[in-house]
Protein backbone atom coordinates (compact mmCIF):
# COMPACT_ATOMS: atom_id res chain seq x y z
CA UNK A 1 0.00 0.00 0.00
CA UNK A 2 1.29 3.70 -0.82
CA UNK A 3 0.10 6.28 1.59
CA UNK A 4 0.50 10.08 1.12
CA UNK A 5 1.52 12.21 4.69
CA UNK A 6 1.19 15.45 5.37
CA UNK A 7 2.37 17.35 8.28
CA UNK A 8 2.61 20.88 9.56
CA UNK A 9 5.77 21.70 10.90
CA UNK A 10 5.74 23.96 14.33
CA UNK A 11 6.38 27.73 14.71
CA UNK A 12 9.71 28.64 14.31
CA UNK A 13 10.70 24.92 12.79
CA UNK A 14 12.04 24.70 9.38
CA UNK A 15 12.49 22.73 6.54
CA UNK A 16 16.06 22.04 6.80
CA UNK A 17 15.99 21.10 10.32
CA UNK A 18 13.01 18.33 9.94
CA UNK A 19 15.37 17.27 6.53
CA UNK A 20 18.10 16.68 8.85
CA UNK A 21 16.18 14.47 11.39
CA UNK A 22 14.38 12.71 8.54
CA UNK A 23 17.44 11.63 6.92
CA UNK A 24 18.96 10.77 10.59
CA UNK A 25 19.97 7.40 11.21
CA UNK A 26 17.81 6.72 13.43
CA UNK A 27 15.14 7.64 11.78
CA UNK A 28 15.87 5.92 8.77
CA UNK A 29 16.14 2.32 11.31
CA UNK A 30 12.98 3.20 12.68
CA UNK A 31 11.37 3.21 8.77
CA UNK A 32 13.10 -0.21 8.12
CA UNK A 33 12.08 -2.09 11.57
CA UNK A 34 8.62 -0.93 10.53
CA UNK A 35 8.45 -2.01 7.20
CA UNK A 36 8.65 1.23 5.56
CA UNK A 37 10.26 2.52 2.22
CA UNK A 38 10.61 6.29 1.67
CA UNK A 39 9.00 7.03 -2.11
CA UNK A 40 9.25 10.63 -1.90
CA UNK A 41 9.56 13.94 0.51
CA UNK A 42 9.09 17.64 -0.01
CA UNK A 43 8.21 20.91 1.22
CA UNK A 44 4.97 22.69 -0.19
CA UNK A 45 6.01 26.64 0.47
CA UNK A 46 1.90 27.36 -0.58
CA UNK A 47 0.72 25.25 1.50
CA UNK A 48 3.39 25.40 4.33
CA UNK A 49 3.22 21.57 4.93
CA UNK A 50 5.88 18.58 4.40
CA UNK A 51 4.81 15.60 2.57
CA UNK A 52 6.26 12.01 2.22
CA UNK A 53 4.82 9.08 0.56
CA UNK A 54 5.67 5.67 1.93
CA UNK A 55 5.06 2.42 0.80
CA UNK A 56 3.90 -0.36 3.23
CA UNK A 57 3.02 -4.05 3.38
CA UNK A 58 0.62 -3.55 6.83
CA UNK A 59 -1.72 -0.11 6.64
CA UNK A 60 -0.95 -0.28 10.47
CA UNK A 61 2.67 0.05 10.45
CA UNK A 62 2.32 4.16 10.20
CA UNK A 63 -0.24 4.40 13.16
CA UNK A 64 2.04 1.89 15.13
CA UNK A 65 4.90 3.05 14.70
CA UNK A 66 3.83 7.08 15.51
CA UNK A 67 2.74 5.13 18.78
CA UNK A 68 6.21 4.46 19.79
CA UNK A 69 7.55 6.93 22.79
CA UNK A 70 11.04 6.84 20.04
CA UNK A 71 8.87 8.11 16.99
CA UNK A 72 7.14 10.66 19.09
CA UNK A 73 10.11 12.35 20.49
CA UNK A 74 11.75 12.29 17.18
CA UNK A 75 8.80 14.06 15.39
CA UNK A 76 8.95 16.36 18.59
CA UNK A 77 12.55 17.31 18.26
CA UNK A 78 11.92 17.67 14.20
CA UNK A 79 9.02 20.32 14.80
CA UNK A 80 5.80 18.11 13.60
CA UNK A 81 2.80 18.82 14.42
CA UNK A 82 1.05 15.97 15.23
CA UNK A 83 -2.52 17.40 15.78
CA UNK A 84 -1.96 18.80 11.99
CA UNK A 85 -1.36 15.16 10.59
CA UNK A 86 -3.18 13.62 7.56
CA UNK A 87 -2.47 10.63 5.77
CA UNK A 88 -4.27 9.60 2.65
CA UNK A 89 -4.19 5.77 1.95
CA UNK A 90 -3.90 5.13 -1.78
CA UNK A 91 -5.48 1.58 -2.29
CA UNK A 92 -4.51 0.96 -5.35
CA UNK A 93 -1.36 3.34 -5.60
CA UNK A 94 1.32 1.94 -7.79
CA UNK A 95 5.32 3.01 -7.01
CA UNK A 96 7.07 4.50 -9.71
CA UNK A 97 5.83 4.40 -13.94
Given at each position: ?????SSKLL????YDAWVKLF??????KMRAAAGL???AYGWSAEKERVFTVVEMDDPQT??????????AALMAKAGVDKSA???IPLHN?????
Open positions: MIQIQDGTDESEEAKKVLVQKLMQTPEAMEMGKPGI
